[in-house]
């Protein structure tokens, strides 16, 4: 094997691992979702900056209030998965960076003083802690079913303010019956790796 992560742990985190699309009636606290990001905050970001923001929606009103504005095929795993997370980019970031960058404080107003670059490298670097945040709910032995299918200037408008733009919503939860769609395929490494 060329990898270090053993072949279980390779299973887990992407072999076995699918988008759920039915989830089990185990609720999903808040001790795991901690572990998730004390675990995936570690993931590397330009400047290390941390432009994801993370709303859970666990109250009844609050997951009725999302439902509206998913896509249709997305309303129903919505409103049963046990827990939901907007994922989001703060646009504001840069305000964090004097503490997360000590050693170049400066970059705050250096690189992210225009607000168009602000939004291009939230966008860029909340999507990979995006990604993070699904390895590391793999990893915390739960499922996860990203989705971009919604309104997003309609769950803007719901949840987040103008500052933030809202990247996914993902249910969260262990499988349940019939979680799984077959596996699609995927690219061959000669189709995807070009070397110059």
Known sequence: MSLVLDAAAQDLLFREARTA???????????????????????????NQTPLRITLVRSPEARERLVKHMAEGNQAKT???????????????HEELPQLL????????????????????ALVNASLQAAYFIV?????????????????????????????TPLMVVNIGKPGENAWFPRSPRLDFDQVVTTV
């Open 102 to 121: 000590p050693h170049f404080p400066q970059a705050k107003d250096a690189f992210f003083s225009e607000r168009p670059v602000r939004e291009q490298s």
């Open 79 to 93: 409103a049963a998965a046990p827990l939901v997370a907007i994922l989001s980019a703060d646009n504001e970031f």
């Open 21 to 47: 699309n039915s989830f089990s009636d185990e609720p999903v606290t808040e001790e795991q979702v901690q572990a998730i990001y004390d675990l995936v905050k570690f993931g590397p970001t330009a400047f």
């Open 136 to 164: 590391g709910v793999r990893a915390a032995g739960l499922a996860a079913g990203p989705m971009t299918g919604l309104d997003f200037a309609g769950v803007q408008k719901e949840f987040l303010d103008a500052d933030h």
